[in-house]
């Protein structure tokens, strides 16, 4: 079967410059060219050229002393104008304000693309679970229970797929890596309607998550509490959480 990048349309260029844009990192915001140029797998020519077109339409800049490359300001533009127009946060937005008073959690709101999570809303609660994450921040699907929720919704053999098509790491000691286990907690997801997620991610990180679904029965997201395994077990969380945030959905969903 051709490859998408294959065809006569696609054009190479495009992909090489958002390439470059993906390499700057938390660890990694300042880079050279030559470090671009390992890091994109380009050739210093092709990085050269890159940095300067990036730099005449403002994503990125120069620092002349370091001679490093760094994101400028600009390059928030296009993550933000998703969430101004994204349909699914717009309509759950006042839902995700009204669950976090109601719980004092911190909530979430994910999108699932291929086999990764990506966060789009978070409201942090009084209670936080020490992890760093923020709007943007892609976990894998398999290892969270936003993921899960929304996995379990897909037909199965487009999940088995998407399972298949990554590395399934050991996160931490509860992550589930077998294929097999995954997919029965999956079907116990898809008949409960939620996600419990006991430390499979983060050590310390317990989570309660429901799909918010179409009209067809397809997952368009899934929202989450998650709280601290200090104050609750997963099955503390379960027996507070599970209803309200199924409740919280069918509002955002709205009438068949």
Known sequence: MASPKDSSLYISSVEKAFRLLNAFERNASK????????????????????????????????????????????????GYRYLQTSPILDRASPYLAELSRRTEETVNLTVLDGAEVVYIARHRGFHSIGVNVFIGTRLPAFATGIGQAMLAFLPPADAINRLNGIKRTRLTKYTITDLGTLQRKLQKIRKLGYAVEDQEMFLGGISVAVPILNREEAPLASLNVAVPASRFTAAEAERRFANLLLEIAREIRGPE
């Open 31 to 78: 880079l050279s060219l030559t470090q671009l140029a390992q890091i994109t797998l380009l050739t210093l020519p092709n990085v050269q050229r890159l940095t300067h077109t990036l730099s005449v339409l403002g994503l990125i800049s120069r620092d002349e002393a370091t001679k490093r490359y760094s994101l400028t300001t600009r390059a928030l533009d296009i």
